[in-house]
């Protein structure tokens, strides 16, 4: 893919419109170009609306930008050009900035980045004509469009005698799959990347490097036995352990508190309960009773508790049999795959409570409900591969919540938001709420007259 020239597109006069939400002036830049330096701005009669999107399965900003008016939009004159045309080599950018000036009359910068637009749809809204693009961080591209051999004889051909039988290191594979697209020795993460133990032998067929990726997490197994984390931030991608994850949400040394840079935000849930009863237990109040967190009502708010017969149909206990090739035995991993284990891998202890907190589940002891899943391995790994299933399961079953609140990016997927609640704590589910909260998706919608988030979130812990 050739690499835009983004420098080229720079303007006379500065080309922004202004959204005024939540009292706020925000002052937007979306510029339309091809890689031939054609490009037009958008301005404020053509704009409708902009959408960001993170999901916990995709590493990636996902987006769309809908245009009312397309024709009346600014053309930037770049290279001479007089149109702006749309060719079918797919390379066409968005580049989107936002802005808003601070209390202390201070440029702050909420985004600055370059997407590749996925696609274009026309379209009518209230007998209104309308464009809407969809894009994607740009690195997507490489990973959707190329086509390229690749397989895991590749990793490392130093001293390998064997091709097509050797497996190598789940973690160093998809390392080595992500440079070899993207052309990037750089697009790794090192300070925050763990190759884990997991191992794997696979041959990527003509099919985008997206299948690669899906098949390298299946193996993967992290240093400390538990799921990996794929994320994308400021053009580098991370692998993390999922257990590594949270233990770096908070900790606390002597009398303060440190919180990891994956927590985004901190809300207190408000409530015409004046009968408050307060409590020194260490989630409800964590950061004390003049931190200014952000209000989020009661009646906004959509909680949505563990449905009981998920033991029964989903959270089950997964027993791996192993057939060893080398040693010609099967091997039952009867010890792992159970909440217990998923548990410990997972480690919620780390969060605040420490031992007063447990696994926000309670595990069937009525029925013993068992999924047996047979693997053709020699390798360690296939030990945890029950417990890494159920662990992977646990995000779409555990106590979720979702709200909307004022519009913000960095509420992105992947990251912690903590909650607490302004009310006598006098039920079962209200002692649940306090606490980090792990975020699943973030919808946030830019319009004329709104900018706001749409959070999902779910609870990875509970008191005991």
Known sequence: MTTPATNSIVSKQE????????????????????????????????????TFETSYTTPFLLGSLTVVNESSMDLLNINGSSVTNTYGHGEEFIKIKITYLSNKQKTITLLDKLFITKNKMDTVQQNQKQVVYYFVDIVYSHLQNKRLEWCTDMVNTRGQQHYGKTKVNA????????????TDDSIIDESDWDDG????????PPCPALHAIN??????????????????????????????????????????IQVGRQVTGAFKIQ???????????????????????????LNSINFTDIQPDVTLNRLIKNEVIQ???????FTIHSDQGTLKQVSHNTNVQSLPGGDDTILNIDE???????????????EESTTHYGTINLQKQLLNTLTS????????????????????????????????????WYIKNNLTTITKQQFSSVIECVKLDKPK
């Open 215 to 256: 098949e390298i997490l299946n193996s993967y197994v992290s240093s400390d036995n538990s799921a990996g984390i794929l994320t994308y931030y400021n053009g580098k991608f991370q692998l993390k352990s999922l257990k590594r994850h949270i233990n770096t949400v908070f900790k606390k040394d002597n009398a303060s």
């Open 15 to 50: 080309q922004y419109f202004t959204v005024t939400a939540n009292g706020t002036s925000y002052r937007i830049t979306v510029i339309l170009f091809n890689n031939k330096g054609e490009a037009r701005a958008l301005g404020q009669n053509s704009f409708q609306a902009l």
């Open 271 to 297: 409530t015409l309960d004046r009968q408050r009863e307060f409590s020194n237990k260490q989630p409800i109040d964590l950061f004390g009773k003049s931190f200014e967190y952000i209000p989020l009502d």
């Open 323 to 329: 057939f060893s090739t080398d040693q010609k035995k």
């Open 364 to 378: 069937n002891k009525t029925f013993n409900i068992k999924k047996r899943i047979f693997k053709l391995s020699d």
């Open 197 to 204: 133990i997991g191992k794997l032998y696979y041959t990527l």
């Open 171 to 182: 973690g160093q594979a998809l390392k080595h799959l992500l440079k070899h697209f993207t």
């Open 401 to 436: 919540a979702s709200f909307s609140t004022g519009g913000n990016i960095d509420f992105s997927a992947n990251k912690f938001l903590y909650m607490t609640i302004d009310l006598s704590l006098k039920n079962k589910f209200a002692h649940k709420i306090p606490g980090f």
